[in-house]
C-alpha cells in the first residue's frame, strides 16, 4: 500500500470523523397543499380546473351551449370536471370488455351518454316526486332508475340534449342533482325513518334541511379536496352508516344536556379504507349546523390537496388524531368549547328498517327490498299508485338500497305488501336478497371490471335454491350480509360485508383471463349483533372466477354453519379460523 494509501486509510478499530462522513441532506418535504399551510397554488391539474371556474358555474354552459350544440361540443375540463358538480358523469361505452378496464383511455371508455345522479337528502320523497323521477326515467333514461346506496337515484342513458329539460321537472318538483358528485358536499344521508320512528332519540329532519338550503350550490363549499359524505341519523339501531362517512352526527342522550349527537369524523373506504374516529364532543341540536360548517371549512382549508388519492378527510384526521381535530375544531372554527362527547349504545335490533314497524302515529312503515338497488321509471310509477291506493304519499329510500312505504293504516299491510311483490319490491325478502347488495358495475361504469348486478341477481337465485335446508332448520337467521363492487373503489362497502368481493381479472387453466372477484370475509359496522365496525379479512390466494362464484359462497356459507362455535357470528367465524375452512 503506498503512503498516500495509507494516510487515507482507518484501521478497523478507528471511526470516521464527522468530517470525513459524507453529508446527506434530507430532501425538502412537499407541500401537501393545505390553503391554510401552503397557500392556494394548484399543485395538479385538478386544482387547477378548479380554481379557474368553478365548479357550480358548469350549469349555464351546459344549458346555453352543449344542450344545444351535442355532446361533441363540450369543453375536456367540463367534461370530466365540472359536469360532476351537477350530478353528470360519462357512462361506459357498451360492449368494452371489463379486462380491458386499465388498458384503454378514458375516452375509448366513455360514451356519449351520462350516468344522473338525483340527490334525496335522507332518502325523502313524495309520491308526487316518484312521478316526476318516475317519468323521467322512462322518457330520457331508457326506463332505468336504480336505487343507490347513498340514498339516491341513478338514472342512465342520459343525453346532454335533455339535461336542462330534465332540471326543469326535477326542479319544478323540489328535486335536484345540484353537487350529487364532485368535490362537494355529496347526497348526504340521513335516517330514513327520521320524524316517524318510535325509538328514535332526537328528530334531525330540520338540522338536514338546514344544512341543505344553506350549504348545497354554496360557493363556500363548491371547492373542497375530494368528495365529502354526511350522514345524520336520530335512531338508536345505526342506519345510516356512520363509521365510514367523511362526518356523522349520530344521535345521543346526554345525561345532563338530553337529546344530541356525537360527533364521528374521517370514515371512508376505497383502495384505503378507514373507518371514522370519535371526535369526543356532544353537538346540541341547535349547534349542528355550526359544527358541521366548521368540520367542512377544516376539510377545505387543511384537506390535502396535492395528491389526489391522499385528498380525502380520513388522511388529515388519521394524521391529526382526533384531540387536535377538536382542538382546532373549538379554537379556530367555533370559538368556544363543545361538551364531552357520550359513546352511542350498542343496537338492539336489525337497522336496515325491511319489514313492518309501527310508526309513531299508530300508521306503519313498510321497508321493502328490490333486487340489489335495480329498479325502473314503470316501478316508480306503480309504486306511486300503489300507495296513493291506499292513503300513503311519502316513501323513503335507505343506505342498503332499499325503499320504504310510510303512512300505512294497519289494515292496508297485508294489501301493500302483495302490491310491492307485483313491481318487484319484497317487504318480506329471502335472507340472500334482503342482504346483497352490488355497484353499478361493467355495465355503466368506466372504472368497473366485472358484472355485478347480474352477477348478484342470479347469486341472490341459486343461494335461496342451493341453502333453503340452512334456512329451513334456521342456521341462517341473522343477517349475512353479500356485497359485490366491480372494482377496488368499494362503491359497495366490500370491506364491511360478511363476504365481500371486489371484481378483479383471474387466470385461467387455458392460460387466459376471465372476470372474478377477491374475497374479503368477516367485515361489518356496529349492529345488533357486533359492538364495533371492523373490515374483512383477505384469504390469501383466494381469487374466484364469476362462474364458480355461487360454488365458493355456498361452500364458505356451509363451512360457517358447521363449524362455527355457539352463537358465533359469521363475522367472528371468519376471523377466528384457519384459511383453510374460507376457501
Keep these: 500500500m503506498t503512503q498516500t494509501a495509507l494516510a487515507g486509510a482507518t484501521s478497523p478499530d478507528t471511526k470516521a470523523t464527522p468530517a470525513s462522513r459524507p453529508v446527506r441532506t434530507r430532501p425538502a418535504a412537499k407541500p401537501h397543499g393545505q390553503w391554510k399551510v401552503d397557500g392556494k397554488e394548484p399543485l395538479n391539474p385538478v386544482e387547477v380546473f378548479k380554481q379557474e371556474d368553478d365548479g357550480l358555474s358548469v350549469r349555464h354552459r351546459i344549458e346555453t351551449i352543449y344542450s344545444k350544440q351535442g355532446f361533441d361540443s363540450i369543453a375536456d375540463d367540463d367534461l370530466h370536471g365540472r359536469f360532476r358538480w351537477w350530478g353528470l ?9 371489463g379486462g380491458k378496464t386499465a388498458s384503454l383511455e378514458p375516452h375509448e371508455l366513455e360514451d356519449s351518454y351520462f350516468m344522473m345522479r338525483v340527490r334525496t337528502d335522507g332518502g325523502k320523497l313524495t309520491t308526487e316526486q316518484l312521478r316526476v323521477i318516475g317519468r323521467i326515467s322512462i322518457d330520457f333514461a331508457r326506463n332505468t332508475a336504480d336505487l343507490t346506496n347513498r340514498q339516491n337515484i341513478q338514472f342512465h342513458w342520459i343525453e346532454v340534449e335533455n339535461v336542462p329539460e330534465i332540471w326543469r321537472r326535477l326542479e319544478a318538483a323540489g328535486l335536484q342533482t345540484t353537487e350529487a358528485c364532485g368535490d362537494v358536499p355529496r347526497g348526504m344521508l340521513g335516517s330514513p325513518v327520521a320524524g316517524i320512528a318510535k325509538a328514535e332519540i332526537i328528530d334531525p329532519t330540520d338540522f338536514l334541511l338546514e344544512l341543505r338550503e344553506r350549504f348545497i350550490g354554496n360557493p363556500q363549499f363548491s371547492n373542497l379536496p375530494r368528495k365529502y359524505k354526511t350522514s345524520i341519523t336520530g335512531y338508536p339501531d345505526h342506519d345510516t352508516i356512520h363509521e365510514i362517512n367523511d362526518i356523522s352526527f349520530v344521535g345521543v342522550r346526554h345525561p345532563e344536556f338530553g337529546p344530541g349527537y356525537d360527533l364521528w369524523v374521517g370514515g371512508g373506504l376505497s383502495t384505503a379504507p378507514r ?15 355550526a359544527v358541521w360548517e366548521g368540520v367542512t371549512s377544516i376539510f377545505r382549508d387543511y384537506g390535502y390537496r396535492r395528491m389526489r388519492n391522499k385528498a380525502r378527510l380520513k388522511f388529515l384526521m388519521e394524521d391529526w388524531g382526533a384531540e387536535k381535530f377538536r382542538q ?14 357520550v359513546v352511542p349504545p350498542k343496537a338492539k335490533v336489525n337497522g336496515d328498517h325491511v319489514g313492518v314497524h309501527e310508526q309513531k302515529d299508530g300508521n306503519f312503515f313498510i321497508g321493502a327490498a328490490p333486487c340489489v338497488g335495480r329498479f325502473s321509471g314503470t316501478g316508480m310509477l306503480a309504486l306511486a299508485d300503489l300507495l296513493e291506493a291506499h292513503g300513503s304519499h311519502r316513501v323513503r329510500t335507505t343506505p342498503l ?12 299491510i297485508e294489501a301493500v305488501i302483495s302490491g310491492l311483490d307485483e313491481i318487484g319490491l319484497s317487504a318480506r325478502p329471502s335472507v340472500f336478497r334482503r342482504n346483497t347488495m352490488a355497484c353499478t358495475g361493467v355495465e355503466f361504469c368506466k372504472l368497473a371490471i366485472v358484472n355485478t348486478k347480474d352477477t348478484a341477481i342470479n347469486i341472490i337465485g341459486e343461494l335461496e335454491e342451493r341453502l333453503a335446508d340452512l334456512v329451513d332448520a334456521g342456521e341462517l337467521d341473522e343477517p349475512l350480509t353479500l356485497y359485490l363492487n366491480g372494482c377496488p373503489n368499494s362503491c359497495a362497502r366490500i370491506q364491511t360485508a360478511d363476504i365481500g368481493l371486489k371484481g378483479i381479472i383471474v387466470p385461467t387453466a387455458d392460460g387466459g383471463t ?30 374466484v372466477a364469476i362462474p364458480d362464484l355461487p360454488d365458493y359462497v355456498e361452500r364458505v356459507i356451509r363451512s360457517y354453519v358447521a363449524n362455527k362455535q355457539a352463537e358465533e357470528t359469521f363475522a367472528e367465524f371468519a376471523h377466528r379460523v384457519d384459511e383453510e375452512l374460507l376457501k
Design 328 to 341: 382546532v375544531l373549538e379554537d379556530e372554527y367555533l370559538g368556544h368549547q363543545l361538551p364531552d362527547g
Design 514 to 543: 376471465t372476470g372474478g372477484f377477491q374475497v374479503h370475509l368477516g367485515g361489518g359496522l356496529s349492529s345488533h349483533n357486533r359492538e364495533e365496525a371492523g373490515l374483512g379479512r383477505t384469504v390469501r390466494g383466494l381469487k
Design 401 to 412: 338500497q332499499k325503499i320504504i312505504a310510510l303512512d300505512i293504516p294497519k289494515d292496508h
Design 89 to 97: 358523469y360519462t357512462q361506459r361505452k357498451q360492449g368494452i370488455d
Design 275 to 289: 373507518l371514522a374516529q370519535r371526535v369526543g364532543v356532544f353537538v346540541p341540536p341547535e349547534e349542528g349546523p
